[in-house]
């Protein structure tokens, strides 16, 4: 008798262990059933399981729209969108930019600058000189038929005020054709064309237009600087006109120097 007990309580105990199928828990309940006269319960009448993936659904929709509220940046000050949309300058332009003071500078250097207006002994000379010199030489000295006078090319030909004197009051018929004037090295032959002005100016207007030809268009210093003496000289009276035929050098600067010698005195 004692072994069947063994028996059925190792089964007991295995049950305790072991799974029991789906389809013999069906077929106990409806033998439960049968001898109890109450129909077996349906499985349809069991409450549905939760759906878990719908009772995560709203909650994760939520989470993702708080997310895109967060990711959404800010809206833009209305000075950030003007600064947006504003027409940037290009590469090139700024260099033009950075370059345009310098070429103003450069370019502002290269004008002419306009004349200083002549007086005293100049602005005698100046008038001589448009009325007399110009048409060979140019209004402003250019040159033209006659040599260019500008840019110190009179002083580069008669380094001596008193040479380039001479050569006015004689020109090239008293010199002669052929023969070299002014400063050798310049080797400046006579060819004719030159007319003497010894006995057509007087003293003053001479010196005057040959001053004017060395400081005001030749750019001399110190022919500006005799100029302003010239002007400051009370009473210079060069007196007449200078002959041609017996004019030196030596003659000239002694007129200068006897001049401003008895102004002095």
Known sequence: MSRPQTTKTLCCLGASVTEIPEHLLKRAAAARAAKSGNPPEEEDSKPPA????????PKTEETTSQTEEEVKPAPLAPYHIAHRARHKIPWWAASVLVLLPLWA???????????????????IG????????????G???GGGSGYLLTGGEVIQTFPSLADHVVWVVQGSDHVGLGNSYGDPLRNRIVNGGMPGWGDVLTKEELLGAVLYERAYLSGSADDTALAESVDHTDGLDLGGYFDPITITPGEVSELLASAFHDDEN
């Open 126 to 137: 100046e008038a001589v000189y448009g009325a007399r010199c110009a048409s060979c030489h």
């Open 50 to 57: 939760e759906d878990k993936s719908a009772r995560l659904t």
């Open 105 to 123: 500078f450069t370019y502002v250097g290269t004008l002419e600058r306009p004349p200083k207006e002549s007086t005293g002994v100049l602005a």
């Open 139 to 141: 209004a402003t000295g």
